[in-house]
C-alpha cells in the first residue's frame, strides 16, 4: 500500500442541514458497501503535501453542496437505514508509494488496485462509517492515484460522478454551478399504491445450475477479474451482426452498441461455463429511470436512480440462436423499465417486512444477500456516464475505472479513454471459465 503520511476527517467549511431524513425505497435495497472507483495521472510536478490540501480545503467545501456525504447512516428496523446529516464528515488519506504506475499493468481490478482506495472494517456499527472515503497516492515515477470510496445506499454511478466533477471544479478555483437535487422523497413508493402491479423476478430467486440446491458453491470458487477490449471497429461488428437477422418487417429501430454487447457478454459467458443446454440462465441489467419516470426525476437528482431489471431464458437457446436472439432478450428487459414497472418495483421494495436479502454484498466470496455468479450475470454500462474529466488541478487523468468487482458474473461496460468508440469489459468470472470466455468472447469478430 505504501506509507500513510496524513489522514484527515474532512467536514463541511460551513454550517449544514441537519437532522434524520429518509432513503428512498430504490436506496434501500443497495449494496450496503462503498462503490470503488479510482483515476490514475501522469507524472505532475506538485508535491503530495500540496495536493492534499487542494483536496481536503476543496472537499470541505464541496460537502457544504453534497451534505449528505458527510453524514452517517443508521439501522431503522426491517433491514432498512435512514441517513442523518449530522457532518461527521468524510475520510481522507494521503500515501507515498515506492511503487510505480507501471505496476499496475492493464489497471483491472486486483487487490492490488483496491489497496488504492480506503478500506472500510463492516463489523464496525453503520452509524460509525462515513459514507466518503478518498485516498491520494503519489508513485516514486511521480504520478498520482485518487481512490474513492462512495457509499451505494447513498449515491449511484451518474450521482457520484456529478459530484466528482463539482469537486473537482472547486479544486480548480472555479465555481461549483450544478448544485444537486436532495429530496429522495420522490423515489418513496407512492401512497396510493399498496400492493405492486407487476411480477418483479428481479427480487426473486435467481436460476441455479441443474441439479444444485443453492449457491453455495459457486460463491466459493477462485475468481479472478479480466479487462478487455474491444475496438471501435470490433463493436460496429457486433452491432451488425445483432442485426443482421432481423426481418425487413421488424420496424423497431436497430439494436443499440451497448445491447449488441451485452448480448454477446452473455453468450460467451454460457459458452465458457459448458452449460447443459437446458440450464435456465438469467442476465440482470441496470437501466437509469431518471427519464423512464412521468414526471423525469429533477435534473441532478442525487441518489440512486438506478434499477435493475432482468432477462432469463436457456443456455441452449442463447447459444443455438443468433447474436441478435440475446441482444432481443436484453432489450426486451430494458423496456420492461417504464414509469408503471418502476413505481411497481418501488412497491415491491415497501412491501417487504425486511430487505436484507434484497441487498448484495460487494465482496468476494461473500455468503449474504444476492448473487448473480454462474449460470447468471450481471452488467451495468457506463456508457453513457461522463466518467472522464476529474481534473483536480494537476491534469486530466490517463485512466479512470472500477476498483473492486465482487462476485462472479458481475459486469462493468464503458467507453475507452480516448472516447473513440470502444469499449472496455471490465469483470469477474470463475478462474476455470477465463480461457474459455476469452476465446469465445474474441471470436469471429
Not at 175 to 203: G, I, K, M, Y
Not at 345 to 351: D, H, P, T
Not at 380 to 404: K, N, V
Not at 422 to 432: G, M, T
Request: glycine residues 8%; aromatic residues 10%.
Amino acid at each position: 500500500m505504501g506509507k500513510v503520511v496524513a489522514t484527515y476527517t474532512v467536514r463541511p467549511a460551513k454550517e449544514t442541514p441537519g437532522g434524520y431524513r429518509c432513503v428512498s425505497d430504490s436506496d434501500q435495497v443497495r449494496a450496503l458497501t462503498h462503490a470503488p472507483t479510482f483515476y490514475f495521472y501522469p507524472p505532475v510536478n506538485v508535491s503530495l503535501e500540496s495536493a492534499t490540501e487542494i483536496l481536503r480545503h476543496s472537499l470541505s467545501e464541496a460537502l457544504v453542496i453534497f451534505y449528505p456525504l458527510a453524514g452517517r447512516l443508521h439501522w431503522i428496523g426491517g433491514g432498512r437505514l435512514e441517513l442523518d446529516c449530522n457532518a461527521l464528515g468524510a475520510l481522507l488519506i494521503a500515501v507515498e508509494s515506492e511503487g510505480k504506475i507501471d505496476d499496475y499493468g492493464d489497471f483491472r481490478p486486483t487487490p492490488e488496485i483496491r489497496a488504492l482506495i480506503p478500506s472500510v472494517d463492516y463489523n464496525k456499527p453503520i452509524d460509525e462509517l462515513p459514507l466518503l472515503l478518498v485516498q491520494l497516492t503519489k508513485f516514486s515515477c511521480g504520478s498520482m492515484s485518487l481512490g474513492l470510496g462512495i457509499s451505494h445506499t447513498i449515491a449511484d454511478g451518474l450521482s457520484a460522478l456529478h459530484f466528482i466533477s463539482e469537486w473537482a471544479k472547486i479544486a480548480r478555483g472555479e465555481q461549483a454551478n450544478s448544485p444537486p437535487f436532495l429530496d429522495r422523497s420522490v423515489l418513496l413508493a407512492p401512497e396510493h399504491l399498496t400492493a405492486p402491479v407487476f411480477d418483479h423476478p428481479e427480487f426473486g430467486p435467481q436460476p441455479l445450475l441443474i441439479g444444485k440446491q443453492d449457491n453455495m458453491e459457486e460463491r466459493k470458487r477462485e475468481t479472478t477479474t479480466l479487462m478487455l477490449k474491444l475496438s471501435k471497429d470490433q463493436v460496429e461488428k457486433l452491432k451488425d451482426k445483432a442485426n443482421k437477422d432481423r426481418s425487413p418487417s421488424d420496424n423497431k429501430r436497430p439494436y443499440t452498441r451497448y445491447e449488441a454487447i451485452a448480448g454477446h457478454i452473455w453468450r460467451s459467458a454460457c459458452k465458457a461455463r459448458q452449460h447443459e443446454s437446458q440450464q435456465p440462465t438469467l442476465l440482470s441489467i441496470i437501466v437509469d429511470a431518471r427519464n423512464r419516470m412521468e414526471p423525469p426525476l429533477p435534473p441532478r437528482y442525487f441518489g440512486n436512480g438506478t434499477f435493475r431489471v432482468t432477462a432469463e431464458t436457456t443456455s441452449g437457446e442463447l447459444v443455438s440462436n443468433s447474436l441478435g436472439f440475446a441482444s432481443g432478450k436484453a432489450r426486451q428487459a430494458i423496456e420492461k423499465a417504464t414509469h408503471e414497472y418502476l413505481q411497481s418495483s418501488l412497491v415491491y421494495v415497501k412491501c417487504q417486512e425486511d430487505v436484507t436479502n434484497f441487498r448484495n454484498f460487494h465482496t468476494v466470496g461473500c455468503a449474504k444477500g444476492a448473487f448473480y455468479g454462474n449460470p447468471n450475470l450481471e452488467i451495468t454500462s457506463w456508457a453513457r456516464l461522463p466518467i472522464y474529466g476529474a481534473d483536480f488541478g494537476w491534469g486530466q487523468e490517463i485512466y479512470m475505472g472500477p476498483g473492486g468487482i465482487g462476485y462472479d458474473g458481475k459486469v462493468f461496460v464503458f467507453p475507452g479513454q480516448g472516447q473513440d468508440g470502444s469499449f472496455v469489459v471490465a469483470l469477474r468470472l470463475q478462474v476455470r471459465h477465463v480461457d474459455a470466455f476469452q476465446k469465445f468472447f474474441y471470436e469471429d469478430i
